[in-house]
């Protein structure tokens, strides 16, 4: 669903031009902080386009090839299971690292840090998969109202939103176009 | 038939195929293909399920679906206790209800019930708040079974839609075939039941299968074969004259597997007798996906767990 035919209730953030530029932005930011030699893991759903993306700039811009994997954490979320009032348990992503991350050094690749609670389950995941040099967590947008003490190391843009408010990012691959906006409904989980 | 994936299971029993709907079951074998993954991390483990406490109580021996619950059940952090007929009050006269009552005074979230008695699970399903899954009763179904089976040809063939699938053996005494037809027919699969007159139930017609006497007819173009055993444990006398006759006629040999198409699988719920109803040949053979069906058991059982542990839409709608 896209916000197309509705005039209020919703401003775009990230046009297709800037979503473009943030993305090349953040790219450059990470090859000036880890050079070519990194792994990109993105989260399922949004974020495993991100980082197929993220990588494919980082090599245009070092030459290295980057490997990417996709993670999905619900195995590991704190709101799955019994206890959770929802009576549907969530639809599980594939989860895939292309080669072994010890020694690696990780960036978790998601559209959207809110309340950092997604970001604890992904550390979780990747724990089990090894121990990677360092894991770094590069987010498209910082939306603030954080639960948890984590914070993003490469951020594409930071902006103000009330805690009801919100934040859609549509990814060409999923969404069919590449915008991110802000609206008043909650129609899925940042 | 395009069958749309259900988003939920809803009861909080898995008692059987049965009382699924199509959706349901695209829904368990599609969230199974995620869980195979974790079998190959090197931590085998996820938190999904820590703090629930699952029943194991097999009035029944077993050993491979037992040890595939419990290797299910560990892989989501769940806490196991096992219960076996040999070690249990059971034995010494009690009555399932008042296993199951005493059972519930340690408030297991799940009970995992195999019994000799068609229809002990669907019973205890009624009596205690846990959630029920069955893991074999008597001769009536062993969904976890079929679903695995299914996960199985899912996997090698994409889809189960227009496959023809024949069972063979001790049809009148297999829930493996029961669940099996159940499953295969709601997904748009051909069934072909094959056994000896005297191995096949009252009343199969109504199963929704084709039905055959002898295996060659039965095998003839076939994308599966599913080999079953004689259950000696549930027959006064023997239904047929030696097991030597019975290899003669209803055994899966190498020349008669010839019948099936070429890309045929072999499949068997285990345990086999070898040299009875199936030829070792074939049973070790380049067809043959025997073990595979163990390790995809696993994953079915984790995707049953995980899906009944999210609720049920009747208690989130009262």
Known sequence: ?190 | MAVETAKALSGKDLVGIAPLEPGEIRLILETAEQFLEIARRPIKKVPTLRGLTVVNLFMEPSTRTRFSFEVAEKRLSADTLNFSASTSSVTKGETLVDTARNLMAMAPDFIVIRHSRSGAPHRLAKLVPASIVNAGDGINEHPTQALLDAFTMMRRFGGLEGLTVTIAGDIRHSRVARSNTFLLTKLGAKVRLAAPASLLPLGVEALGAEVHTRLEPAIEGADVVMMLRIQQERQDRLNFPTQREYYDFFALTPERLELAAPHALVMHPGPMNRGVEIDSSVADGPRSVILEQVTNGVAIRMAILYLLAGGHREAADS
């Open chain 1, 1 to 190: 669903m896209t916000a197309d035919g509705r005039t209020g209730g919703h401003r775009v953030v990230l046009d297709e031009a800037a979503f473009g530029r943030t993305l090349a932005r953040m790219a450059a930011e990470i090859v000036e902080r880890d050079g070519g030699d990194v792994m990109l893991v993105g989260i399922q759903t949004r974020g495993a386009p991100l980082a197929r993306r993220l990588a494919r700039l980082i090599a245009e811009a070092t030459g290295a090839s980057v490997p990417v994997g996709t993670l999905d954490i619900t195995l590991y979320r704190d709101d799955v299971g019994p206890w959770r009032p929802a009576h549907q348990q969530p639809v599980l992503k594939r989860t895939s690292l292309p080669e072994p991350i010890d020694g690696r050094v990780i960036y978790l690749v998601d559209d959207v840090l809110f309340t950092g609670r997604t970001v604890r389950a992904a550390l979780d995941t990747l724990v089990d998969y090894g121990r990677p040099r360092a894991v770094r967590l590069a987010v498209l947008i910082d939306r603030g109202h954080r639960e948890l003490p984590i914070a993003a190391d490469v951020v594409g843009r930071t902006i103000e939103t009330s805690r009801d408010e919100d934040v859609r990012v549509e990814v060409a691959e999923v969404d069919g176009r590449d915008r991110v906006w802000i609206g008043k409904e909650v129609e899925h989980g940042g």
